[in-house]
């Protein structure tokens, strides 16, 4: 019993012993570069591992790494390296090619290995990738018409897009002559032809396009592509880069074309107008009118437009449709007015809406003034001080469905919410609140307003106030300043 004991402890030594060989030979193998055998715990399996360098041997990260079965020509699997350039991956057994792209601003690689790699069950293979083993694009001083990468224009209009540019192709990898060509989104627009640079570091130079932007408003995104192709005529290159670029819109492919985003083409719509006149009970000569215009389109931004007193308007807007809000403001009444139905502004003529402050939201302050304090009188820091204001509301047939608020704030910064008007309540009330702010903490005069809002929730009201004050702070109450002492 005591041999047995002996024998079967002198066989565990010996395992442990052969083990710990086994793993200084396995990692002394892979720091060399040669293939490493062990056994895959998922079972039969192999690995393929390495790491990724530029021309200089600096490592890259963040690089797509696409492994292909040489036999049936498909893609076994896609990963991306680590911030140290490294990559690991199991596979079937079989025979390999490894590609990676890396295609980050004005910059492209297409590695592509010369050699295959095989893989035998429970091998695993560790090999440098380096970008010289493939082609690149770097580009530089791209330019739109000489000045930055960034254009608004009309629809149609021509424009130069000049870069220099450093490119390579090994020698191992041409099918053809090498190309950069030119596209917004998925258009082709251009296309030069560089010739055969070489293996990296390859050659550079300077390339110019006279392209048009496109029709459709909106922004738009130039890419530069590069790319090899034998035939050069001008059918088989239609063919070639039309399939590249379809490529590129086809959110299924696995493998995409190295497309450099450069710059950006904002086109503009064409310009219209919008006229008509400012009447109503609710609106004097001499106030102050906001009109603000609110695309029907969500994606795009209000814009809004100061009249002044006069009793007629016209302001310029990009075709297209929009609703219309309109605030007039005098001493301490204020209306706001709002259009049930957008309005069509067309690049032929100008829309005609006539602006009549008859029905609408109108209120006036009998009275708002600070409470128990003397006019004038400094104030200490971060003190609660409160307002009392008498008010006339009337509500518009367009907005009984809204609550009303009324926001007291310092400058663009809201401090407080008076509900004024609950939905369905009478179309006229008169009433008296009572409405609260802090002091600032820094001694000095602050100028104190008042707007009128409407909205779901004081939270509303509160954004309300804050986006109206950069927009069209003359729609907004002054009350006035308040001085903060030492």
Known sequence: MGSNRKIIAWQLQLMILLLVCLAGISGWSKACGQV????????????????????????LSNVTITLMDVTTGGIVDT??????????????PGLYTIGGTLCNT??????????????????????????IHGRGLVLDEVRIDNGPPRLSCTPGTSFTLSFAYHIWAPFALL???????????????????????GPFPGVTGQATFQLTAPDEPGLHTLYILQSSITQTTPRAMADYYLEKWTRFLNPEWLIKPLFIPVGTIEVL?????????????FWSPGSTVVVTCVPSDSGSAARSFLIGDNARYQISLETGDYFI???????????????????????????HLDLDFTDCTFLEFRDFSLT????????????????????????????QTEKHYVVLGINETPHDVLTICQPGEARKLSDAG????????????????????????????????RTGFREAPSCYFSLGSITVRQ
Request: aromatic share 6%.
């Open 36 to 59: 490493v055998s062990h056994t895959d715990p998922r079972g039969g399996l192999a690995c393929v591992e390495g790491r990724l360098v530029d021309g200089d041997g600096n490592v």
């Open 269 to 281: 719509a064409p310009a219209g107008a919008i006229e008509g006149s400012i009447e109503g009970d």
């Open 79 to 92: 990963l991306i390296s680590d911030k140290e350039g490294y990559f690991r991956t199991p596979v079937p």
């Open 372 to 399: 128990d304090s003397p006019g004038g009188a400094a104030l200490p820091p971060e003190t609660l001080v409160e307002y009392t204001c008498a008010y006339d509301l009337t509500v518009s047939s367009q907005q």
């Open 175 to 197: 099918t053809g002559d090498e190309h950069i060509s030119v596209g917004i989104d998925g258009a082709l627009l251009g296309v030069e032809e560089i010739g055969t640079p």
């Open 106 to 131: 004005w910059s492209s690689i297409d590695i592509d290995l010369p050699q295959r790699i095989g893989v035998s069950a429970g091998d695993s293979v560790f090999t440098l990738v380096n970008m």
């Open 325 to 351: 809000r309109a605030e007039s403001a005098h001493s301490l009444h204020t209306s706001i007015l709002e259009i049930p139905r957008s309005v069509h502004v067309g690049p032929d003529h100008p829309a």
């Open 434 to 465: 009572t409405i609260r702010l802090f002091t600032p903490p820094e001694a000095g005069v602050y100028q104190v307003y008042a707007k009128l809002v409407s909205g779901s929730s004081t939270r509303d009201a509160l954004e309300a106030y």
